[in-house]
Structures are given as structure tokens and as C-alpha cells.
């Protein structure tokens, strides 16, 4: 059974930076892609930044030159770096994994950015 855990959200100050991970286990093969969604109180749940095993990025127009997708095949894991943090970052940050037709989801991580 194919299991993703994301670690390292929390609370940090405006313009701070955190780095968030994704680990997959249960997973004998590369997924296709792997990418970062959030969804914040009282909104829909929006795509952050995606990684195909190609190496293709793509962000959301909000992130674009603070959030950097990174991924390491060999392990199936997945990083977010984001720095220049906003209040309107703060929400649950999801992982998400592809595998042909299939799609797995991570439990979330909060990020709250906040003075």
C-alpha cells in the first residue's frame, strides 16, 4: 500500500523560509509526477507546484521565484522549498503522487504564516 508522509510545516514569521518533505514507501517504481497542493480555511484546494519524472516544473503564479519543487527519484520523495513566505501561504500544504491512473495523497502538513 502506497503511503506518502509530508513533514515539516509550522509556524514562521513573514519573509521566513521553510522546507517541506514528501516520502513515499510502499512504491516499487518511479512515480510520474509528484507535486505540492494546499488549500487554506473556507477555499478550494489549489496546486502549488508539480514535478514530472522528466524533470517538468510547474508553479502556481502566486509562488513562482519564492517556492522551489525539488525530488529525489531514487527515494520517491519530494521537497518544497519556500522562502519569502506570505500570510497567504498559511495552509495545508498536501503531497500528491502519480502513478499512471492512479493518484495518492499525503495526510497534509500546516504551514501558518503569521507575526
Known amino acids: 500500500q502506497v503511503q506518502l508522509v509530508e513533514s515539516g510545516g509550522g509556524l514562521v514569521q513573514p519573509g521566513g523560509s521553510l522546507r517541506l518533505s514528501c516520502a513515499a514507501s510502499g512504491m516499487r517504481f518511479r512515480f510520474n509526477a509528484m507535486g505540492w497542493y494546499r488549500q487554506a480555511p473556507g477555499k478550494q484546494r489549489e496546486l502549488v507546484a508539480h514535478?514530472?519524472?522528466?524533470?517538468?516544473?510547474t508553479y502556481a503564479d502566486s509562488v513562482k521565484g519564492r517556492f522551489t519543487i525539488s525530488r529525489d527519484n531514487a527515494k520517491n520523495t519530494v521537497y518544497l522549498q519556500m522562502n519569502s513566505l506570505k500570510p497567504e501561504d498559511t495552509a495545508v500544504y498536501y503531497c500528491n503522487a502519480e502513478f499512471f491512473a492512479s493518484s495518492y495523497w499525503g495526510q497534509g502538513t500546516q504551514v501558518t504564516v503569521s507575526s
Open positions: 514535478s514530472t519524472s522528466g524533470g517538468t516544473t
